[in-house]
DNA sequence: TGAGCAATGTGAAAAAAATAACAGTTGTTT
DNA sequence: AAACAACTGTTATTTTTTTCACATTGCTCA
């Protein structure tokens, strides 16, 4: 309906930001116009209207010469590339406080990346829900994954047991890792791992700021 | 002592890679060999031994052309280029689970980066010690942030009030921010504003393995 | 209706980052 | 002590990403 699938590579830089016009443009949509410029959008995430153009340029999108990007055009086409279809399976795999307040973000937030399952090995929280995500067992990940059809893991169990995890999370069957420990992970290429590391990004900021 | 502060600009990827080397090295330092390779820092953290090594170059350190680096040297001189000497002060704004969790991340970690203040509305959590950490009433923010000179705020409140809050801190004087909210903030070019976007990430992730 | 303006679409240039290539060093071995 | 091997240091090349520049388009309004 709106336009078809590129299945050309897109850059990296590029698939971020299309999930960030998207997120944006959902607030909007309804609501005002029906059109928004580059230079608008590019305002409003601080970026170029160069670079708006472009990246919705490489998803096949095309604006109108005067009115700019039709906004439901917009966020279909940015479904249709990088989504799947019925969306993904995310388990989240440590349910402390990092691990909720995760879940708590995900809900509140348009997606389709779904929480399916949630692993721990607190015998009090096995077998409950958490924010409707239901809480398994540690030891039954290699079940639930496959069952589930869970691809994608955000890690956010305590540093010691990161690889541990991470490797039996690899054996069921996970692709890419959203890694919220401050380990490093050594995976294969394949595998698509993004680290969240805290105290380096700190770090970050204290060196620039300085 | 280990080589003297250099000053010139470095890539902000090279700032990040080196505040790795340096958390992987601590582990390392005292115990086994005196010296590291290239290739064998690059294989533990998954890069290659030529961005190690302009690394390491960029900041005027030179190996041993038949042992490699010094640890030790390695580790001080990325301290003299990227801390400041005595530490930088840090603020934790939004006490909640996931502001928590982070507290209790960086208490873990050795760095310089040193958490100093909390601030929150829940007269509950108010005048009381989080980690010891001091936790404080948000709207004596200004006042706190100037007398204990924090220059950086970790962003951990409900989107609801990310934007007013980031405006507050901004007149306080900090300069620098890590945005865990999914609320895109607005800051002039001088404010360095990292983004931490689990919804991108996730979707990032979600693109690249499908 | 047609001139003007304010967008888009995109090739080309520039900048930033990663990778390759290789000469130069240093310890080891025979 | 000469040949070797395995590193480092750095220049050159390639790749990726951003920015520039400008022809083209589509609405508006005189």
Known sequence: MFGQIMNTKLPPRTVERLSKYRRLLDKYKGLDEAHIYSHKLAGLLNLTPEQVRRDLMLIGLTGNHRKGYNIKALIGIIGNTIDRQ??????????????????????????????????????????????????????EAKQVIREKNIRIAILTV?????????????????RGILNFTSVHLDVSPDIYLKDYDIITSLEEIGFFIK
């Open 86 to 139: 019925e969306g993904q399976q995310v388990a989240l795999v440590g349910i402390g406080n990092l691990g909720k307040a995760v879940l708590g973000f995900i809900r509140k937030a348009e997606t389709r990346m779904n929480i399916v399952a949630a692993f721990d090995i607190d015998r009090n929280k096995i077998n409950t829900h958490i924010a409707h995500v239901p809480c398994f067992d540690i030891q």
């Open 158 to 174: 305590p540093p010691e047991v990161a690889v541990s995890t991470t490797t039996l999370l690899l054996q069921s069957g996970i």
